[in-house]
Structures are given as C-alpha cells and as structure tokens.
C-alpha cells in the first residue's frame, strides 16, 4: 500500500510543486541524487573511482512531451558525452531512458536521436546502456537496439527486467547476438498477464538469468575492459544480498572469474554492500543519477526504503 501512494506521488504535479519548494526534502533527497549539474556527477564519479569503484552517469528525465523537448535532452546528453571524452580517465559510461529522448512521441524521431548519441558516443569512447521502462516500450525499446546494432554500434547495452516471463527468452536473443546485458528485477507496476506477481518467482527468474548469462560470459570470456567504460557481458543490478550471495556462489562454481561480471547499485544505497563487495575484488559499478529532474526518482527511492520515508515525514512536519 504504503510503495503504491509513494508511486503516486512520484507522478502527482501537485506533490511534486509542494516538495521540491521545500528546502529540507533536498537534503534528504541529495543521499540518492549527488547534484543536479553535470560537473558535480563528474566529480562524485572521480571519487567513486579513486576508491576502486567504476561508475555509469544517469541524467534524470523521462517522458518528454515534444520535439522540442526531446531534442533539448538529446543535446544535454551530447554534453555529457563530450565531458567524457575529454575525461579519458574517467571510468564511467552513460545510462540513458528511451522516452527522454522521444520513444513516447515519435519511434522515428527517437531512433534518428538514438543513432546520433551512439555516434557521438563512439566518437568520445563511451558505451551507452539504454534503461528498460515499462512494458509499453519493452518490444519498441528492443527492436531500436537492434536496429543501432544493425547499423554498426556496437557501443550499446540492454537491461532485462527478471519480474516478465519474456525475459528468458529476450536474455537468450541477445546473448546470441552480443548484446550486453543488465538485469535487474523490474519496478514498475505490470499486469499479472506479462510480469510475475510474487517476489519470489521474480527472485527465482533473476537467479536463472544470471545463470544463463554467466555461461554465456565464461563461454565468451567476456570480461571489463580496460578503461572501465565497457562492461562484461553479465551486469547483475541489485542490492538484494540473497541475489548477490547466489552470484558469487554460482561464479565460483563454474569458474567464471571476477572481472566476467559486474555487479550494479545505486549511489547512496547499501553502501556497506558496495564496499564489502569492492574489498572482495569483485567489480562494482555505481549508479550516478543527477539533474533538476530528481523528484521522481527520489519518490521511487523512498518506495524501495520504508525506513527512510518516517525520517523524511518527521521532517516535513517539524516547525
């Protein structure tokens, strides 16, 4: 109940004018979102890489309602890409949302957008893993990955939600085809017809995916590369410890080695893990969201952690 108002939130106007004008939610809001221009993101990533972690940008935003729009974020990732270029040493790559750049809109003006960021990309050696959304746009958001592979990038990455029963399926595909992946469990509300309604079989599912694409990693002896911008085939998004534990059991056991997969987590959660998960030599790559788009996310964020939601009430109520 309690996860469903907060997603409501996190698409009310209303609430979104009330609490981005209150000066104490970006305090509490900034343990998840490092800053809101690209130069505070550049420098949280510099730091996340001193201390052995490498990292993927993430501007904040999605469903653009125009062109107009959709161009303006395009050229806000341009930037971006351009930044890295000139920051070689940076081991980042950028994650970017289809809908922000149109796929809502118009799927030709998002895939002659997409085309124009992966060259750009490329040009600034950058790989550009394209975020899944809900299932609207999960065929649409496939078919353009394709669609760029077609053309020759092959600077462009997957995520697969483990909650769709096509998962397996679509994992399969792309593996086939030299698409890397990330998988993570799914966090938006889907019908009972297209994703499992209980956790524990997207819990299971996520441990069969992982199993699939570790083979497929130690058969292709997929591995990071050297600056750290382009990941090993397998990425395994999550904080759940039970998920982890299974990875590292199931590496170990076939013998894929730590530099074959990644492990993913958000900036400002589970910390601890992140550390622990780094000392033990395994890859850990943060999450870095940034931009004045952060309220959404932040409201996502608190649906995933109850305990931060009373700290965050507290507050908004003490005079």
């Not at 890489?49 to 303006?72: C, F, I, M, R, W």
């Not at 950028?94 to 796929?103: V, Y």
């Not at 441990?207 to 083979?215: N, V």
Request: proline share 4%; glycine share 6%.
């Amino acid at each position: 109940m309690l996860r469903s108002i907060l997603i409501y939130f996190s698409k009310a106007t209303w609430a979104q004018n009330l609490i981005m004008n209150w000066g104490y939610a970006w305090k509490i809001a900034s343990r998840f979102v490092p800053g809101t221009k690209l130069e505070q993101a550049l420098q949280v990533a510099g730091e996340l890489n001193g201390k052995g972690y490498v990292t993927s940008l993430n501007q904040l935003g999605e469903h653009t309602h125009t062109p107009d729009d959709a161009q303006s974020v395009a050229d806000e990732i341009y930037k971006i890409l351009d930044a890295l270029g000139k920051e070689l040493t940076l081991k980042t790559n950028l994650s970017i949302k289809l809908t922000q750049i149109g796929l809502g809109l118009d799927e030709t003006l998002c895939a002659e957008i997409l085309e124009r960021i992966l060259a750009r990309a490329k040009k600034n050696n950058t790989f550009i893993r394209i975020d899944m959304e809900d299932t609207p746009y999960t065929e649409k958001t496939i078919n353009l990955i394709y669609a760029m592979k077609a053309k020759g990038y092959d600077n462009v990455g997957a995520v697969i939600q483990a909650y769709l029963y096509r998962s397996e399926a679509d994992v399969r595909r792309l593996i086939n085809d030299d698409v890397l992946i990330r998988i993570v469990k799914g966090a938006y509300k889907e019908p009972a017809d297209k994703a499992y309604p209980n956790k524990a079989d997207t819990d299971a599912n996520y441990d069969l995916l992982t199993k699939i694409l570790f083979d497929a990693s130690l058969d292709k002896r997929s591995s990071l590369s050297a600056d750290g911008r382009i990941p090993p085939l397998p990425a395994l998004a999550t904080h759940d410890e039970k998920r982890v534990a299974f990875a590292k059991s199931y590496a170990e056991k076939i013998g894929l080695p730590k530099n074959g997969f990644e492990f993913q987590m958000l900036y400002g959660i589970r910390r601890d893990l992140q550390e622990q998960l780094m000392k033990d030599g395994y890859i850990v790559r943060v999450y870095i969201p940034f931009g004045p788009q952060w309220y959404p996310y932040f409201m996502r964020r608190l649906a995933e952690r109850p305990a931060n939601v009373w700290f965050f009430v507290s507050n908004f109520f003490r005079k």
